[in-house]
C-alpha cells in the first residue's frame, strides 16, 4: 500500500483515480491545483504523485519543479489532455516515471502505478 | 503578422479544446470502466451513471460554446425590448438560479425604447452574463439586472456578488479561449463582446475582489427600420420625375409626375 497524491483540478478526475486506487488498496490524497498541492505535499509527504499538467494556480510543470528540489526521486506520473514535444522533453528531464494521455485507461494507470512504486 | 497571429489564435483554440474534451472523456471512460465492475452495488452504479451524464451534458455545452463562436451569423435584426430579453432569459434560468441559491433582483426602465437590435444574440449574451454571474457566486448571492436609457443609448447591467476578477485577468476576459474558470471555454464572453460591437455598442467589466463584478453593454438607441410601405413613399418622393407628356415614360411615372408638378431646377 502506497500514499498517493491526485493532483487534478478535475473533481470526477480526483473521485475517479482515487476510487481506482483505494479499491488496490492505497490511501489517497487529493489537491485541485499545483499551488495547493506543493502544500498538501508537504502535508502527506505522499509515496507517488498523480499530476495533470494544466491547472489553474500552477501548471503541472512549475509544480515539478519546485517539488524536485525538495524531493529528487520522487515518482510522478503525468496525466495529461494535452502533450507537445517541448512539455514531454521537460517533463522527462524532469524523470517523471510515466506520462499517460487522458481519456486514461484505468488498467494502464495502475500498471504504472505499480511499475513507478516499484522501481522506488 | 496577422497570418501568425491567426496560427496562435488556431493554435490555443486546438489546446484549450482539447482540454475541454479529453477531460470529460476521461471522467467518462473511466467510470464506465468501474460501473461495469461496480454493477452489484445500486448506489455506486447511481452515483457514476450521474457523473456520466454530468460530463456528457458538458461536453455538449463545450461544443456548442464552440459552435455558437465559430459560425457566421448574419445578424437578424428586429424590433427589440430589451426588459423583454432580460425577463424571458431569467425564466429561463430561474431554476438554476434557486438550485444554485442566486437570488436575482431587476431594475428594469420602463422608458427604454423598443430598438432594432439582434433580440436573439442579445438574449444568448445576456445568459452567457448570467450564468457567469451564478457560477462566480459559489453557495449564492445576489445577481442585479439592471437598464436604463440615456439620450443616445440604451445601456444593461449584470452584476453579482461574486468573487470578483483579478485585476491582471480582468483585461483578457474578452479575449477568445482566455478563461477565468477551472470549466471553460473562454468564447462566452468573446461572443458576447462580438455581438454587442454587431449594434456599435460596447461590452466593459468592472470587478473587485469579494465583491463582485459588474458587466455593462451600452448599445445605441436604433429605431425600428421603416416599413415597406414607409420605405416605398420616402422612394417615390426623390424618385425622379417625368414630362407627364412623355410618351416614353412609364404610365405609372407619368401618373405621379402629374399628382406632383413637373419642376424645372432653377
Same mark, same amino acid.
Given at each position: 500500500?502506497?500514499?498517493?497524491? /491526485? /493532483?487534478?483540478?478535475?473533481?470526477?478526475?480526483?473521485?475517479?483515480?482515487?476510487?481506482?486506487?483505494?479499491?488496490?488498496?492505497?490511501?489517497?490524497?487529493?489537491?485541485?491545483?499545483?499551488?495547493?498541492?506543493?502544500?498538501?505535499?508537504?502535508?502527506?509527504n505522499p509515496d507517488l504523485v498523480i499530476l495533470d499538467l494544466r491547472m489553474p494556480e500552477?501548471?503541472?510543470?512549475?509544480?515539478?519543479?519546485?517539488?524536485?528540489?525538495?524531493?529528487?526521486?520522487?515518482?510522478?506520473? /503525468?496525466?495529461t489532455a494535452v502533450r507537445g514535444i517541448e512539455a514531454d522533453y521537460e517533463l522527462w528531464s524532469s524523470r517523471v516515471s510515466a506520462i499517460l494521455n487522458k481519456p486514461v485507461d484505468l488498467e494502464t494507470l495502475?500498471?504504472? /502505478?505499480r511499475k513507478a512504486l516499484e522501481k522506488s | 503578422m496577422i497570418r501568425r497571429a491567426k496560427l496562435a489564435t488556431v493554435g490555443e483554440m486546438a489546446v484549450t479544446i482539447a482540454h475541454e474534451i479529453r477531460n470529460p472523456l476521461t471522467a467518462v471512460r473511466g467510470f464506465a470502466q468501474r460501473l461495469h465492475r461496480k454493477r452489484n452495488d445500486p448506489e455506486t452504479v447511481h452515483s457514476y451513471s450521474k457523473i456520466i451524464i454530468q460530463e456528457v451534458d458538458r461536453l455538449n455545452k463545450v461544443l456548442g460554446d464552440v459552435l455558437d463562436f465559430a459560425r457566421n451569423v448574419d445578424a437578424t435584426f428586429g424590433p427589440v425590448s430589451l426588459n423583454e430579453i432580460v425577463d424571458k432569459s431569467i425564466q429561463l434560468l430561474r431554476e438554476r438560479f434557486g438550485q444554485a441559491n442566486v437570488l436575482c433582483e431587476t431594475d428594469l426602465d420602463p422608458s427604454l425604447p423598443v430598438c432594432h437590435y439582434d433580440g436573439a444574440q442579445l438574449s444568448q449574451v445576456l445568459?452567457?452574463?448570467?450564468?457567469?454571474a451564478a457560477e462566480?457566486?459559489?453557495g449564492g448571492g445576489v445577481l442585479q439586472i439592471k437598464t436604463r436609457v440615456t439620450e443616445t443609448d440604451c445601456v444593461l447591467e449584470v452584476s453579482d456578488t461574486g468573487c470578483g476578477i483579478p485585476e491582471n485577468r480582468l483585461k483578457h476576459i474578452f479575449e477568445p479561449f482566455f478563461t477565468t474558470k477551472v470549466r471553460g471555454t473562454g468564447l462566452g464572453l468573446a461572443f458576447a463582446k462580438r455581438v454587442v460591437e454587431e449594434h456599435d455598442g460596447k461590452i466593459e467589466a468592472e470587478s473587485e475582489i469579494d465583491c463582485g463584478t459588474t458587466f455593462?453593454?451600452?448599445?445605441?438607441?436604433?429605431?425600428?427600420?421603416?416599413?415597406?410601405?414607409?420605405?416605398?413613399?420616402?422612394?417615390?418622393?426623390?424618385?425622379?420625375?417625368v414630362d407627364p407628356d412623355d410618351p416614353l415614360a412609364s404610365p405609372e411615372s407619368r401618373r405621379r409626375s402629374a399628382a406632383k408638378p413637373w419642376q424645372e431646377s432653377s
Open positions: 500500500m502506497a500514499r498517493i497524491l /491526485v /493532483v487534478d483540478d478535475e473533481p470526477n478526475i480526483r473521485r475517479l483515480f482515487r476510487d481506482e486506487l483505494e479499491d488496490e488498496g492505497h490511501e489517497i490524497e487529493q489537491a485541485g491545483d499545483g499551488a495547493e498541492e506543493l502544500a498538501e505535499q508537504e502535508r502527506t500552477m501548471n503541472g510543470l512549475e509544480f515539478l519543479e519546485k517539488i524536485r528540489k525538495k524531493r529528487p526521486d520522487l515518482p510522478v506520473i /503525468v496525466c495502475k500498471s504504472e /502505478v | 445568459i452567457n452574463l448570467m450564468k457567469n462566480a457566486m459559489e455593462r453593454i451600452t448599445l445605441p438607441i436604433k429605431r425600428e427600420a421603416p416599413k415597406m410601405e414607409e420605405l416605398i413613399d420616402s422612394l417615390e418622393a426623390v424618385a425622379p420625375m
